[in-house]
């Protein structure tokens, strides 16, 4: 009987989901697919080299232990780059996708990884495209290459997926290790390094590990959230911190959140995470993103028209990740095509590859902030200067407005007959409080999640 390719993979991505955040889950299985298995091999589609190099180094053995608990002859997994509308070829009796060569994509086509310090080499500052969603961080990240361990330290970089965290964190460390070959430089992930601590327990070798992380220079640590409800874990590392610390050894972190938003995070550990300099990365604009586009094609002497570049850009507006995956799948087709594709053409790809956002209703949003705020609904429409009241409903506004286009007089009359002056006030209050307080940032980017279901 023939395998169900589709139905295997939706079976384990449904464990997968279980296990990951919605954010990476979204972030990094969208648009993939098995178009094939051979000798127990399973040969999974992704949309681009970025999704590949991440499923390759963080998820791989996650992933084909999901796919074993679906089916146990399953041994290893090869990913393909392919756009979604991708045609197959059997050669010599294999599968096989086709596409441009890898090397044609847009993406890395080899990570030559350094192995003594884990750190790519492409990832420099000089690749690491500023803008104004990112500048704060990138100037700091250029500080401590200048004073390590004195400057910024820890320093703390954190923002959603696919916004170039990792790439700026190592670029810091090749800056440090290429400006002074001496220096002692590791790059990992919160996962591997629980991973190690786990593996040194079982083999009774904790003493090496702790030598192992007590001797760098620079130790930078990504996705620091997944030492979330991890105690003893999190006691290591605190003391790890610590010893780097005290001999004024750099470290570096970055999450997908500040730390006081990371639960089950030890008080000592989130105070450390926050002795240094914070800051954030948020998603880039409109002109950014233009400019990304035009540095990747430039580097790749690719032809595509600034019209195309320009639609994509104003398109796709997550994360660089999903830009730089549209941006390989307009460039794929256009290669299949053999000829530039019309506007029309480019925005039936985008459409394919980019999931639309929940059309919401003022109903819907004005339920989802009283349970966010634990309030009734009826207590926002009142006549009230009740801290408690006020907030929330002030946010309800700004959120009709910003995100609903609501006019000012309709929310004013949804919220007890006031006047729109009142609503116009309130939106422009929550508007630049939000760009000071990042606590209450926090909460709207959070009730957007709930909304959108992101």
């Known amino acids: 009987m023939a395998l169900d390719y589709e139905k295997m993979w939706r079976d384990t991505l449904t464990e997968i989901e279980l296990n990951v955040s919605r954010a990476n889950f979204s972030t990094w299985f969208k648009n993939t697919s098995i178009s094939g298995m051979e000798n127990g091999k399973v040969l999974l589609n992704v949309p681009s080299n970025f999704v590949k190099e991440w499923l390759t180094n963080k998820y791989h053995k996650f992933i084909i232990k999901a796919l074993r608990n679906i089916n146990s002859t399953i041994r290893d997994v090869e990913y393909y780059?392919?756009?979604?509308?991708?045609?197959?070829?059997?050669?010599?009796?294999?599968?096989?996708?086709?596409?441009?060569?890898?090397?044609e994509q847009l993406g890395f086509?080899?990570?030559?990884?350094?192995?003594?310090?884990?750190?790519?080499?492409?990832?420099t500052f000089d690749s690491f495209i500023v803008g104004s969603f990112n500048e704060v961080a990138h100037a700091a990240a250029l500080a401590i290459t200048k004073n390590p361990g004195t400057a910024y330290n820890p320093l703390f970089i954190y923002g959603g997926a696919g916004l170039g965290k990792t790439h700026l964190l190592q670029a810091i460390g090749n800056k440090i290790k290429g400006t002074n070959h001496g220096n002692k430089v590791y790059y990992l992930t919160s996962e591997k390094f629980a991973t190690e601590f786990v593996s040194a327990m079982q083999n009774k070798d904790i003493n090496s590990f702790?030598?192992?992380?007590?001797?760098?220079?620079?130790?930078?640590?990504?996705?620091?959230q997944f030492f979330a409800n991890k105690l003893k874990i999190q006691e290591e590392f605190f003391h790890i911190f610590n010893t780097l610390y005290e001999r004024n050894n750099q470290i570096v972190f970055s999450s997908d959140k500040p730390p006081k938003y990371i639960t089950g995070l030890e008080e000592r550990l989130r105070s450390r995470f926050e002795g240094g300099m914070m800051v954030d990365i948020s998603p880039p604009e409109y002109e950014s993103r233009l400019a990304i586009l035009k540095a990747k094609v430039q580097a790749k002497n690719i032809p595509i028209s600034d019209e195309s570049l320009e639609l994509i850009a104003s398109i796709i507006q997550e994360n660089i990740r999903e830009l730089e995956g549209a941006l390989n799948s307009v460039v794929c087709q256009q290669k299949i095509k053999e000829g530039a594709m019309s506007l029309q053409e480019i925005k039936d790809i985008l459409k394919k590859n980019t999931k639309p956002l929940k059309t919401l209703t003022m109903t819907q949003v004005i339920k989802t902030i009283a349970e966010f705020y634990n309030i009734e609904e009826k207590n926002l429409f009142q006549k009230t200067r009740k801290k408690e009241i006020v907030k929330p409903r002030q946010i309800a506004m700004y959120l009709l407005r910003e995100d609903l286009n609501t006019s000012y007089p309709y929310i004013?009359?949804?919220?007890?007959?006031?006047?729109?002056?009142?609503?116009?006030?309130?939106?422009?209050?929550?508007?630049?409080?939000?760009?000071?307080?990042?606590?209450?940032?926090?909460?709207?980017?959070?009730?957007?999640?709930?909304?959108?279901?992101?």
């Open 412 to 454: 004013g009359q949804r919220f007890g007959q006031r006047d729109h002056t009142t609503v116009i006030h309130a939106y422009k209050k929550i508007n630049e409080i939000i760009k000071k307080d990042e606590r209450l940032n926090q909460e709207i980017i959070s009730i957007r999640n709930i909304l959108y279901e992101k």
């Open 81 to 103: 780059i392919i756009s979604p509308s991708a045609s197959f070829v059997k050669e010599e009796g294999k599968i096989k996708p086709l596409q441009p060569a890898v090397e």
């Open 109 to 123: 086509s080899e990570f030559y990884i350094d192995k003594e310090a884990n750190l790519n080499p492409r990832y």
């Open 210 to 224: 702790k030598e192992k992380y007590r001797k760098y220079n620079l130790l930078i640590v990504d996705d620091i």
